[in-house]
DNA sequence: GTAGGATCTGAACCATGGTTCAAGTGATGT
DNA sequence: ACATCACTTGAACCATGGTTCAGATCCTAC
């Protein structure tokens, strides 16, 4: 009963923590982020950070785990509402670029694994690869069903999933182009291409 | 005469430093690259890097603008040697592939600019915008000719560039994809897209 | 050979910033 | 009221790492 209480104050306070943390951290990246600065963003002291977490680099694991878990939950639902591949791409799209830029806390999501060299560092490079190859596997499944064209659908990925994380540098919640205005014109450009084609044209080279 | 040779030697010398700065920031990143380690890189002392250049930040700013020169000037040629839009983009994509991930010196480009604050980050902010200016163009071209397809050419730009900056995060040279090859099926998929569009078939959506 | 400049060394300096901790605050149960 | 415990504070600690500098070394000119 009071523990239940205490459970969900727990919770809260560690969310309001990430979710700073989380601002600071893609605002200056995290090395240049001072764990001062996430404590000021908060208007609290320093100790309390760290009595809430361990340290520094267990608030980016948490940051980091806490999207990798919704990117993962994403795109089951993703592949589980749509029945075509190209569908299922143009949600994944639209969902990984709202678990970024959208959904605060830990938006940084997987970029900055190479600032991780504790312990958790495995375990998210695992998710974040068990989310590489989800993405994989969509792009495998449209070719198989002749909805899509990639020699190397594990580059494909890598390429869509580059131009989706890239966002996080220059889109701006305060700009004239709103997320899901993004979301549909990066689909457009991604999946159809930038290239007209006129009937019958054939691809480039081989 | 003495001169010149000096010069000459200047030049080799801050070239060197250049090159295992630029190494060392991109497998590390600016923050946590240490200058003792582009040091012990080069297998001198500390001192040495100070001799030649005054700050880290003034080694970072000194990479940064030089791989942006070769951007801008690999972009004038490949504007000027290809007719249509959609081969000026090929040469682009393989250009600023070459220019981030094979001609090592200031690789990591205009990544982290965040990190720049003193008195040269104006300036690269303008190049790094020139540069983006021009690819735009390029595409702008393409959609007032009739051969490309986007709303907005700026936006188009930066997804483009951003499918291409992520290369260096996950794109090794001694994997099996080679460059070239890396390039052409970036083109492919940037330019064709993924989706497989038969004849007369009309863009999802409006 | 030797003076003088250019170049290099590496130990020491010092600000930054992650981390700790002893003490304070406030709520809860008795 | 009082004890207890969860929570918070912020000054202090300390390692890291950018920077400096006095001296060593090397090279060129005369």
């Known amino acids: 009963m009071v523990q239940v209480m205490c459970a969900q104050r727990t919770k809260l306070r560690r969310a309001e923590i990430l979710a ?10 995290f090395h240049a982020a001072g764990m001062r600065d996430i404590a000021a963003r908060l208007d609290v002291a320093v100790g309390k ?10 608030l980016l694991a948490f940051c980091q785990e806490d999207c990798l878990t919704r990117l993962l939950a994403m795109i089951a639902v993703a ?11 143009r949600a994944l799209i639209r ?6 830029n959208a959904e605060v806390p830990g938006s940084l999501a997987h970029l900055e694994t190479e600032s991780l060299s504790s312990t958790d560092r495995p375990r998210i490079l695992r998710q974040r690869r068990r989310y590489e190859e989800a ?4 792009i495998a499944r449209g070719v198989r069903k002749g909805e899509l064209q990639v020699k190397d659908a ?3 990925a890598c390429v869509l999933l580059g131009a989706l994380n890239w966002t996080v540098k220059w889109w701006r ?17 991604l999946v159809d291409g930038l290239c007209v084609r006129g009937p ?3 691809r480039r080279r081989k």
């Not at 809430?52 to 267990?58: H, V």
């Not at 969902?95 to 970024?100: E, F, Q």
């Not at 993405?135 to 969509?138: N, S």
């Not at 004239?176 to 450009?189: I, K, T, V, W």
């Open 20 to 29: 700073a943390a989380s601002e600071v951290f893609r605002a200056k990246g």
């Open 49 to 58: 950070l760290y009595y809430w977490f361990p340290s520094k680099e267990a």
């Open 79 to 89: 592949e589980e509402e749509h029945v075509t591949a190209v569908d299922a791409l």
């Open 95 to 100: 969902g990984h670029l709202r678990c970024l």
């Open 135 to 138: 993405v994989t596997a969509v």
């Open 154 to 156: 594990r580059v494909a």
């Open 173 to 189: 919640p305060d700009g004239r182009l709103g997320l899901d205005a993004l979301a549909e014109a990066m689909a457009d450009q």
């Open 200 to 202: 019958a044209r054939k």
